[in-house]
């Protein structure tokens, strides 16, 4: 057995599906069987394939929602499901006609996560590049009317809101402005991040924070508006 894993990781699949299946009947076999159906049944409703494999568990499994109508799906990275702390609140993902959706590196999404994106607007997600990790805690809420951009090695605290539009009309127009968040950026705990705002590599989004103008490069903001506390910062994971 030993061998053939190796074999499995070394040769027949590159981005590891055979080997992380593999590794888990070892330990766990009805664990196993349950967790690759799950992961296959949704990486069908994201992609329209069974295999590769790029919809995975981690921990308790998560009650998902998948609505993908004629959306490009673009998968260079796995969608990892994660229970953080046992919770089992429900994920949904809604991508409109049209639209786009990319993974671009590994990105974990936390119990309570919903996302929408409206018939032809585009959300890219960087995922996991350099750091240990990627992705959002928990009961966030991501909505897209045109287009978001979130960077690699981005971490997004629970209780965080993000959006391009204003989703009403306000004196007979929608405002609609897109956002852009760059590469290692640390976004707290209930921020929200309103349309039109481009947020600087390296960055630190305070906890509560209302972010509604850009925000430079390595700047720690916080407050409602925001405004920045602190240059030249840096953090880590």
Known sequence: MKYLEKFLKRKLNKDGSL????????????AFITTCLYSSYYTKRLTGKLW???VRFRGK????????????????????????????APISIALGRGSKFAIEGDFIIGQGVK?????GAT???????????SGITCDSIIMVRSRV?????VIISWGVFI??????????????????IGDNVWISHDASILKGVKIGAGSIVGAKSLVIGSVPERCL??????????????WSR
């Open 19 to 30: 080997y992380f299946c593999l590794s888990v009947v070892r330990s766990r076999p009805l």
């Open 52 to 54: 590769p494999i790029v």
């Open 61 to 88: 499994l998560v009650p998902l929602t998948i609505s993908v109508k004629s959306a490009n799906v673009v998968t260079e990275g796995n969608l990892i499901i994660e229970s953080w702390q046992n919770g089992t």
């Open 115 to 119: 996302i929408a994106v409206s018939d």
């Open 123 to 133: 959300l890219s997600l960087g995922g996991r590049k350099h750091s240990t990790g």
């Open 149 to 153: 951009e979130i960077g690699a090695d």
């Open 163 to 180: 959006t391009d539009s204003d989703w009403h009309k306000i004196n007979g127009a929608e405002d609609v402005l897109p956002v852009q």
């Open 221 to 234: 903001v916080g407050g409602a508006p925001a405004k920045i506390i602190r240059e030249n910062v840096s």
